[in-house]
């Protein structure tokens, strides 16, 4: 009985163990991104989602993939805090070759735990310029500049990278190759590719929490994060531009239905549109006095279609959303703007698409009536029957009954002047 017993308790223990194996034998993994955009809001919230689901999933590291010509400055502080702060060791690899970091990258690639990039790619030119090119002011590009040089400086002194590079690129615009970046201390590895940086990453020691702790690269599972649909949709509308675009579609849309109703297309395509564009504006730097400006404009081609104006309301809703358009994201701080290259066209198509709207809404209101009794108003008929001082008038076809303030004979050309209860009020053609 001791030998089947045996047996059992042996066969018991390797099923516990075998069972048990995986959550000790298994090395843990890297999760990868690949970031090839401007830094917009929807990157940030990617890079964000990236971190954490890296850290409930116990990843090695998180290696983000960057090629990057720049953008917003306050993606990039949002992204530059989520990699200070994360639990995960953040790898920030400028790939592929031909790839940079350049204005807003090089912000995300300083602020990494350890900055890598592939030979043939640059990384500087991190002087802050307005979207779209546009010159700010003397007093502005100061502010601004100073501002950047002391956030460049402080991640440079955190990380201990060269401080004295990071202000020149920001002032100056300088930059450099990769090579360049290492012999300057700029970045802390040059890799071939990412199979080459993850060897040499392979014992790396991270400094976490006054602790060390040693990387294990060699061999390891690669995971890569996908960003979901809503991301993909997030990074194509939080740029200003067609953030802009979106909310012009909108309010073009709504008013057309509300000053057209049973067109139903242009009212769905406005309000998609106008939810798209409030959904990029609440991850967008925006300045109220320009959302209000905007909605001031429309207020006054309603007015202009109650209102006789001749045309004042409609050169006041033009000029109301010019100025909110050009306010909509100048927030003090910030060098976001439209670009004048999309706003000057986009409003003059929606201004000349609101006068055109508001023209035929004025137009329609005009227009005789052609059918029931109001149409019957101004038309000429003959009196059938001595109006003395009623009696009866063929009009329209129909023979009704009408009254008239002085007598007429029949025979005689009369005048419609009104209706009540389905009795015709007229007066000789010829009477002044």
Not at 129 to 158: H, I, R, Y
Not at 256 to 269: D, M, N, R, Y
Not at 420 to 425: E, F, H, I, V
């Amino acid at each position: 009985m001791k030998a089947p017993l045996r047996f059992f308790q042996l066969i018991s223990f390797l099923a516990v163990a075998v069972w048990l194996w995986p959550t000790h034998a298994v090395a843990s993994h890297i999760n990868l991104v690949q970031i090839q955009d401007t830094i917009n809001p929807g990157v940030e919230d990617f890079i964000k989602h990236s971190i954490q689901r890296s850290s409930e999933e116990g990843a090695e590291l998180l290696v983000i993939l960057l090629d990057t010509p720049g953008g917003l400055v306050t993606a990039t502080r949002g992204i530059v805090q989520a990699i200070l702060s994360s639990p995960v060791p953040v790898v920030v690899y400028v790939h592929p070759r031909g790839g940079q970091a350049a204005s807003a990258g090089v912000f995300v690639t300083v602020a990494a735990d350890i900055a890598a990039m592939a030979p043939g790619t640059n990384i500087g030119a991190a002087h802050p310029v307005a979207t779209g090119g546009q010159e700010m002011s003397e007093a502005m590009n100061e502010k601004v500049v100073n501002d950047m040089v002391a956030f460049a400086k402080s991640l440079g002194a955190q990380r201990g990278r060269n401080v004295e590079w990071l202000e020149n690129a920001v002032r100056k615009s300088v930059s450099i190759t990769a090579e360049e970046a290492f012999e300057q201390n700029v970045i802390d590895i040059v890799a071939e590719d990412l199979p080459a940086l993850l060897e040499r990453l392979d014992g790396w020691e991270i400094q976490r929490a006054g602790t060390s702790k040693a990387l294990k690269t060699r061999g390891v599972e690669q995971r890569t994060i996908d960003p979901g649909w809503q991301y993909r949709i997030l990074r194509a509308i939080s740029n200003p531009n067609i953030a802009y675009i979106l909310l012009m579609i909108g309010l073009a849309g709504l008013y057309f239905e509300l000053s057209q109703p049973g067109a139903i297309l242009p009212g769905v395509i406005g309000a998609i549109s106008l939810i798209m564009a409030l959904y990029a504006l609440q991850t967008l730097p925006v300045n109220f006095a320009g959302v209000l400006l905007i909605l001031l404009a429309i207020v006054f081609f309603i007015l202009e279609i109650s209102v006789v104006s001749y045309g004042m309301l409609s050169i006041a809703g033009s000029i109301s959303l010019f100025l909110g358009s050009l306010m909509l994201f100048r927030v003090p701080g910030e060098s976001t703007r439209v670009a004048y290259s999309v706003l000057i066209p986009t409003v003059l198509i929606i201004s000349a698409f609101f006068v055109a709207v508001t023209s035929l809404a004025v137009r329609a209101q005009r227009i005789r009536p052609q059918a029931g009794t109001e149409a019957l108003v101004g038309m000429v008929g003959e009196v059938t029957r001595d109006l003395a001082p009623e009696g009866k008038v063929f009009v329209s076809g129909e023979l009704w009954n009408a009254v008239a303030d002085e007598a007429i004979t029949a025979g005689q050309k009369v005048e419609v002047l009104s209706v009540d209860s389905l009795k015709l009020k007229v007066r000789k053609i010829d009477a002044r």
